[in-house]
């Protein structure tokens, strides 16, 4: 239905009728397309085209080459709408002679983030790649792809596509499907290699990396760089192509098959990819797709592909991926916490100079912030700079930072030994050892010497951040920052909420881990917070079964294989069995037996598992063994045998359990939020979702049944819990749960 009449100035409108009947004519022939064409001369006498109920795209033609805008934000996910609409786009220019080039653009937004991934959970709908891929065959004109910030995914697979790719000199151009337990479904497995090779193809995919626009232009993916404005270059480029007397515009994927590195090129890789990505099922697909690509004709390579994604999708790897991916986003939202609330933060003060404190210095300069980092012991200063320069050297080392780059990362960092210089930060973390007096007399100081504006951010992994609030006059601004070793890597930030601390200090919190690109959760204050409160649980049930005649080989053996990165017999060694001591002071067990042994773990080259010096190979042990048979033996407790899935289902359940508790208190707003901290701090395997993800894949009631079995042997570990049973009533999934404040309830 045409509902107006586009055109600024009315001198045009008469004439105008003619060339809107024949288009509109034009337009009604081309099947599937939803849009009215409006036409309308601008005072300019250039064409300008707009469709009407076109929500995601806009279109300008201006001497023939029709602009068109893709326009779905916040990232050009390429949605169902979006598809649609590129789709009848493409099938409209093949009968449209007013148009002789296209070029895909947009006006701020980036180019694409690919699919929607929103629509993997359900049944696909309207046009896909192979349509557009279908529609520009149809083409006889040269398609252009500009892209700005980034293409990625389905976005890069679409500019693949096209006959020419120009990229703006800052953008970025991946295939990130991996990520979400994908190989990439829409052409790409045959456009890429044919583009850049084999080699390069399937690093770039298997690394689901986004490549810089220099490395894209230099591989082959782009055929130019645009330095400043990308829509004048891509104007520039489409009209070049149009001067040139022979014409013959060809997609990437009707290039010839690519060579194959070497003739064991793919047996090698598939070896390395079996060590490599154990429990994950994308990259070898996504081998044998480039595999494909090297000897099928195109259509079939294309079906292949197809295959290969379908089985894919419908996967529960890629659904435990694709739950993380938005688990991971949805932990910024936090009732009542606007982002737009936080404070600008530039520099930081860091107390502490030890391995967290350094590490937290490092992660605060690669992001531009000032440190001021302060370690009261004088012979520790020079030790602390010494760290973080060497760190930072190993990244200029790596190619991640230029040597001038580097100089003036460096030129932001003070290491002193004075408190009273980080009087003028803006935030101050800190990051002492774990002893609730010196963190209160450092508290203290910190609110007498720093601005009212200064928010105070402590690193404990446990400590009750209430009663360090307490101490200062502002516990408002009082907050927890929980980054996990080694600080500079680990990508997860426990973000603490006292009882008091404002909306305003949570979402400056928030916004520090964005920008530091670390995941923040937001969780309240009980012992351990969350991750290692769970851990802790986990823990203790890994000691019963060691007691019951478990070796630490065994147990760790049987996590690994479900796909856990370590087993928690090598996990507790790395971390030191007295540290586990020291954050359970008041109950005696196993642990304390081998600390007081001197087994420490690999401090000491000797915990569960015996190490050589300078390595950090376990070894079973048969001194520790001994160790733990003992104290069986001591507690009367008799020796049984389980299996490795027994022994996997038992300690799942403690952290499920632990987590139920931990959503009963409201420590986290949402069940999610546990299985985040537990995928990006606990190396929980990531394409099983996290434990709460799990225990739904389990069945809620399965698990009552299999708590309630645990609890009739050990009643004071198993604790019931009524959310369990509210939750399996409502019929709906654990993982969705929503915890409900007190505010929101009133
Ligand atoms: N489909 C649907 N939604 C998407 C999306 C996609 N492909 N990519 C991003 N989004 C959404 C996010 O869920 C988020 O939504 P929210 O604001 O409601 O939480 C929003 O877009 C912004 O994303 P965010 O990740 O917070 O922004 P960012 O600027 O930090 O990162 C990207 C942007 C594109 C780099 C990142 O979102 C990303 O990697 N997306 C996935 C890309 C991908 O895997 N594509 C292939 C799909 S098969």
Same mark, same amino acid.
């Given at each position: 239905?045409?509902?107006?009449?586009?055109?600024?100035?009315?001198?045009?409108?008469?004439?105008?009728?003619?060339? *809107?009947?024949?288009?509109?004519?034009?337009? *009604?022939?081309?099947?599937?397309?939803?849009?009215?064409?409006?036409?309308?001369?601008?005072?300019?006498?250039?064409? %300008?085209?707009?469709? #009407?109920?076109?929500?995601?795209?806009?279109?300008?033609?201006?001497d023939g080459i029709a602009c068109i805008y893709l326009n779905n934000p916040p990232v050009n996910a390429l949605s169902e709408g979006l598809r649609n609409e590129i789709h009848a786009v493409l099938t409209h220019a093949a009968t449209d002679h007013t148009i002789r080039a296209l070029v895909f653009l947009t006006h701020d937004l980036p180019f694409s983030a690919g699919a929607d991934i929103k629509e993997f959970s359900g049944p696909m709908k309207g046009k896909f790649f192979l349509d557009f891929y279908q529609a520009i065959e149809a083409l006889d004109k040269p398609v252009i792809m500009g892209i700005r910030q980034y293409a990625l995914g389905g976005g890069l697979e679409f500019c693949m596509m096209a006959h020419y790719r120009i990229a703006h000199r800052d953008a970025r151009l991946g295939l990130p499907e991996v990520?979400?337990? #994908?190989?990439?479904?829409?052409? /790409?497995?045959?456009?890429?290699?044919?583009?850049?090779?084999?080699?390069?193809?399937?690093?770039?995919?298997?690394?689901?990396?986004?490549?810089?626009?220099?490395?894209?232009?230099?591989?082959?993916?782009?055929?130019?760089?645009?330095?400043?404005?990308? $829509?004048?270059?891509?104007?520039?480029?489409?009209?070049?192509?149009?001067?040139?007397?022979?014409?013959?515009?060809?997609?990437? #994927?009707?290039?010839?098959?690519?060579?194959v590195p070497s003739a064991d090129y793919f047996q090698k890789k598939k070896a390395e990819y079996d060590a490599q990505f154990q429990g994950f099922k994308a990259p070898l697909r996504l081998l044998a797709c480039i595999e494909a690509s090297t000897s099928l004709p195109i259509d079939a390579g294309l079906r292949f592909e197809q295959t290969q994604f379908m089985e894919l999708i419908t996967g529960d790897d890629a659904a435990g991926m694709r739950y993380g991916f938005f688990a991971q986003r949805l932990a910024s939202h936090v009732p009542g916490v606007r982002l737009d609330q936080a404070l600008t933060i530039s520099q930081v003060g860091v107390i502490g100079g030890g391995l967290m404190g350094a590490g937290i210095s490092i992660a605060l300069l690669m992001k531009g912030f000032s440190v001021v980092c302060v370690e009261a012991d004088p012979e520790r200063v020079a030790h602390c700079r010494t760290g973080i320069e060497q760190q930072v050297a190993k990244s200029v080392h790596a190619g991640k930072l230029t040597l001038s780059d580097s100089k003036s990362l460096l030129a932001r960092l003070q290491v002193t030994q004075s408190i009273a210089d980080v009087a003028q930060c803006d935030c101050v973390i800190e990051a002492v050892f774990e002893k609730m007096s010196l963190k209160l007399e450092i508290f203290k100081e910190l609110d007498s010497l720093c601005a009212p504006h200064t928010i105070l951010a402590?690193?404990?992994?446990?400590?009750?951040?209430?009663?360090?609030?307490?101490?200062?006059?502002?516990?408002?601004?009082?907050?927890?920052?929980?980054? @996990?070793?080694?600080?500079?890597?680990?990508?997860?930030? $426990?973000?603490?909420?006292?009882?008091?601390?404002?909306?305003?200090?949570?979402?400056?919190?928030?916004?520090?881990?964005?920008? #530091?690109?670390?995941?923040?959760?937001?969780?309240?204050?009980?012992?351990? @917070?969350?991750?290692?409160?769970?851990? *802790? %649980?986990?823990?203790?049930?890994?000691v019963w079964l060691l007691l019951r005649g478990c070796k630490p080989q065994q147990i760790d053996h049987a996590v690994q294989q479900f796909g856990f990165a370590m087993g928690?017999?090598?996990?507790?060694?790395?971390?030191?069995?007295?540290?586990?001591?020291?954050?359970?002071?008041?109950?005696?067990?196993?642990?304390?037996?081998?600390?007081?042994?001197?087994?420490?773990?690999?401090?000491?080259?000797?915990? @569960?598992?015996?190490?050589?010096? /300078?390595?950090?190979?376990?070894?079973?042990?048969?001194?520790?063994?001994?160790?733990?048979?003992?104290y069986a033996r001591s507690s009367a407790i008799q020796p049984q045998s389980f299996t490795d899935a027994e022994i996997v289902k038992r300690l799942l359940c403690a952290l499920i359990h632990e987590g139920l508790h931990i959503l009963e208190e409201g420590i986290v707003s949402r069940a999610s939020d546990i299985d985040t901290i537990y995928v990006h701090g606990y190396g929980f395997p990531i394409y099983r979702g996290g434990p709460m993800f799990y225990a739904d894949q389990m069945g809620l009631s399965v698990l009552r049944?299999?708590?309630?079995?645990?609890?009739?042997?050990?009643?004071?570990?198993?604790?019931?819990?009524?959310?369990?049973? $509210?939750?399996?009533?409502s019929g709906k999934p654990l993982h969705k749960f929503q915890v409900v404040s007190p505010e929101q309830k009133s």
């Open positions: 239905m045409v509902t107006s009449f586009l055109g600024d100035d009315k001198r045009y409108a008469d004439g105008l009728v003619a060339v *809107f009947i024949i288009r509109l004519c034009a337009v *009604f022939m081309i099947k599937n397309l939803h849009a009215v064409v409006i036409c309308a001369i601008d005072p300019a006498h250039d064409w %300008k085209l707009t469709m #009407l109920d076109l929500h995601y795209c806009e279109i300008r033609i201006q990520k979400l337990g #994908l190989i990439p479904g829409g052409t /790409g497995t045959m456009s890429l290699p044919r583009l850049v090779g084999v080699d390069a193809a399937l690093s770039m995919a298997v690394s689901g990396q986004p490549v810089s626009a220099q490395s894209a232009l230099e591989m082959g993916l782009i055929d130019a760089i645009a330095a400043s404005d990308l $829509e004048s270059t891509c104007i520039e480029f489409a009209q070049k192509q149009l001067d040139k007397s022979e014409h013959q515009w060809l997609s990437p #994927l009707h290039r010839p098959n690519p060579a402590s690193n404990t992994s446990g400590l009750d951040l209430n009663t360090i609030a307490a101490a200062t006059q502002r516990p408002e601004k009082v907050i927890g920052l929980h980054f @996990f070793s080694p600080a500079h890597v680990m990508r997860l930030l $426990e973000i603490v909420r006292g009882q008091v601390t404002s909306a305003e200090t949570l979402a400056t919190g928030l916004a520090l881990a964005k920008q #530091l690109k670390k995941i923040g959760v937001v969780v309240g204050v009980c012992p351990g @917070f969350v991750g290692n409160r769970m851990i *802790f %649980k986990y823990f203790s049930q890994v928690p017999c090598a996990m507790a060694d790395m971390s030191g069995l007295d540290i586990w001591v020291h954050a359970n002071p008041g109950e005696r067990s196993l642990i304390h037996t081998l600390v007081e042994a001197g087994r420490c773990g690999q401090k000491t080259q000797a915990g @569960f598992y015996d190490y050589t010096k /300078g390595k950090k190979t376990p070894q079973p042990s048969s001194v520790a063994d001994g160790l733990i048979t003992d049944d299999q708590l309630s079995h645990y609890r009739s042997e050990a009643e004071a570990s198993w604790s019931e819990v009524p959310l369990l049973d $509210e939750i399996i009533a």
